[in-house]
Structures are given as structure tokens and as C-alpha cells.
């Protein structure tokens, strides 16, 4: 039985141009007849340990200005909805803590979907555990405090630590990032580039 | 006679995403429809306004190692020849001065690309001036030294300095950067999407 090839997709749920990916990555890794892994982690740290005190977007407000902007655009051209979030970047620690549950329970493509149409298409303030608790409630029966409270244990905790450390080792310094083994793609503008890509031999 | 519309493309020679662009631009404008407005840029004022000393490229030794391993993929993928330039960035001051020049006189498109092709797709110091005048050589018939004077003249290094203050103007934080009328696209990624947006009404 042939394996299909498989494409890590790493993404924190602040970032717009995640978004951007999380909503086209299936189609296009379909297409390409290839598997995702999905690697959700936090920037912050990463960020930090550059010297940032805060997103690289918002260094200089003439880029931040365009940044929205262009996301704007490929919203548009993508055919989804956009709306501002403000305060930009939000806290994440939460949805990435419950999206990386996800994967190890089989809901984490759409529990993050819903989480980023929540936040960048509608606007949402995602570092709210109302809201959070609710698209738990739209992508699985689980009982949903108890998953709450299994993404709040020091054992899971540990987890998501360890999967941004392990970003960290393998050079990621922004999201999103695919991974096709030891070849990393940085942006949304490389994925169909990530999972075509035909190294030199 | 209907007129064709117009792209506005500011390059700087140090930029490699700018050769990226640069060697596919009219190509790309032609199937589009659309006339290329070339703009020799110089980005080192602009970031030193912003604060910065050096590239925002060279900021962090794994974005700069990603970037120039993006730049290798890219292109292999659009067909070019590429050799990593030491010391980068270069200094661009003269190669701008004469392809704005060659704005004025009929060659910046040969002149520019020629420029770009020595310093990336071969790694060749553009701050020589032997090799700009090897090239200004292969691109018009006129005199060499008389054009490289023509470029050193007082009023000329004045039309760069409005040219570069012109840019700073519109906002432009970076390069390739396509100005569609008033709407700005940045990146060698953007070329298709400012060839085909079409704003909202």
C-alpha cells in the first residue's frame, strides 16, 4: 500500500496569513494528493527570544497599515470574510492549547477553522473561553468543560510547550510554515510551492 | 485609441525579490494588458528613516538563511540563474542613478535586467563601475562615459533623490513594490494580484 506524502502545516492562531492557509490547505493538499499534519504553536516565545517585544507587523505602522490591507484582499480573493480584530496580535494561549487536544482526539482541522472565521472573519476576541467553549461545542459531543479542563492540565500545558520548543529547534521564526521534511516553506503565498516543489538532484 | 493601464513598478537593485520580479514583470504585463512604469528606487534611506541599519533581511541569521534558500527555490522555479551575492546588500547608489537614466533614454527595461542577472544570477559586485559600463556597453550605443558623467551630474543625483523621496511619499516600506494607481501591492508575490484585483464597488 503506497503512503501518501505529508506536508506539516504550522500556524498560531494570532496570525492572519494562518488564516489565510487553514482555509485553502485541505483543498490544495488534496489536489496535490498529499496528507497535513497540523502543528499548532505559539509565536510569542519565538518572538521574545528574537528580542521582539511584539508581532513583527506592527514594527512600523505604514507595514501594518499595508499588512491589513493585503489580508483585506486575499480575504477577497479567497472568497472569505474578513473583519479587523482589535487588540492585534491576541492572546492564543488557549486555542492553541485546545487545537493541539484536537489533534490528539481527531477535531483539530475544524475546531481551528472555526476558531480563525471566529476571530479573523468575524472579529472575535478569542482569548474568551465563552467563545472558545462554544466551537468545542460545534466540532465534537465530548462533554466540552471536560476538555477544558484536560487543555488546562499541567501534563497538556507541557505539551504545547513542547511543540513551540520544536518549532523553535527546526528555525521557524513566523507562522504559518510547512514543513516537507527537512525543507521549510515560510507564508501563504508558498504552500502551493511547498507541496509541488521538486528539489534539485 | 483606448490606453492601456499602467503598472508602476519601484525596484532597488540590493533586493532580491526585486530581480525575481524584474525579470518576469513584462511578461506578465503583456498577457495582462497592462504598460510597466519602471522605478529605480533606493531603499537604505527609507529603512534608515525607520531606524533600521541594515536589511530587515539580515535581521535574524535564520530568516536571512531562509530567505536566501527561498530565493534559490524561486529561482529554479521561474528558470534563473542564481549565485549569492557577497557582500549584501550591495551598494545600488550607482546602477539606481543610471537605470534612472535609462528611464529617461529608452534602456532602464535591457539595462535594468542585465543589472540584476550580474549581481544575482552571478554574484558580480554591481558597485563597480567597470562592470555598469560593460553593461550600459551592451545595452545603447552611446557614448559610456558620457552617460556615466551624465549620471553623476548634480541634477541628476537630485532626479534619484526625488525619485527615492517620491517613494517614501507613497508609503513604501520595501521591495518590489507595484503601485496600481493609489493601491499598493508589495512583494514579487503580488505581481499577478496587482495585474488582476479588481476593487470592490
Chains 1, 2 share one sequence.
Not at 483539530?108 to 477553522?113: D, H, I, N
Not at 527546526?170 to 510551492?193: C, H, K, S, V, Y
Amino acid at each position: 500500500m503506497s503512503q501518501k506524502p505529508s506536508l506539516d502545516f504550522w500556524y498560531e492562531f494570532a496570525s492572519p496569513y494562518s488564516y489565510l492557509a487553514a482555509m485553502r490547505i485541505e483543498a490544495e493538499a488534496q489536489k496535490a494528493n498529499f496528507d497535513i499534519n497540523w502543528k499548532p504553536f505559539l509565536l510569542g516565545p519565538i518572538f521574545r527570544q528574537h528580542g521582539y517585544q511584539d508581532s513583527p507587523f506592527n514594527e512600523l505602522p505604514m507595514k501594518r497599515n499595508y499588512m491589513w490591507r493585503d489580508i483585506k484582499r486575499c480575504c477577497q480573493t479567497q472568497g472569505l470574510a474578513f473583519h479587523q480584530p482589535d487588540p492585534f496580535p491576541c492572546n492564543a494561549l488557549n486555542a492553541a492549547r485546545l487545537a493541539l487536544l484536537g489533534v490528539k482526539l481527531g477535531w483539530c482541522p475544524q475546531f481551528t477553522r472555526s476558531v480563525f472565521e471566529a476571530h479573523f472573519g468575524q472579529g472575535k476576541d478569542i482569548s474568551d473561553p465563552n467563545i472558545l467553549k462554544s466551537i468545542l461545542t460545534s466540532v465534537t459531543r465530548d462533554d466540552v468543560e471536560r476538555l477544558w479542563d484536560q487543555a488546562q492540565s499541567p501534563d497538556h500545558k507541557n505539551c504545547l510547550r513542547t511543540q513551540t520548543e520544536h518549532a523553535q529547534s527546526l528555525g521557524i521564526f513566523g507562522a504559518p510554515t510547512f514543513m516537507r521534511e527537512q525543507e521549510m516553506f515560510w507564508g501563504n503565498d508558498r504552500l502551493e510551492m511547498a507541496l509541488t516543489f521538486q528539489p534539485e538532484t
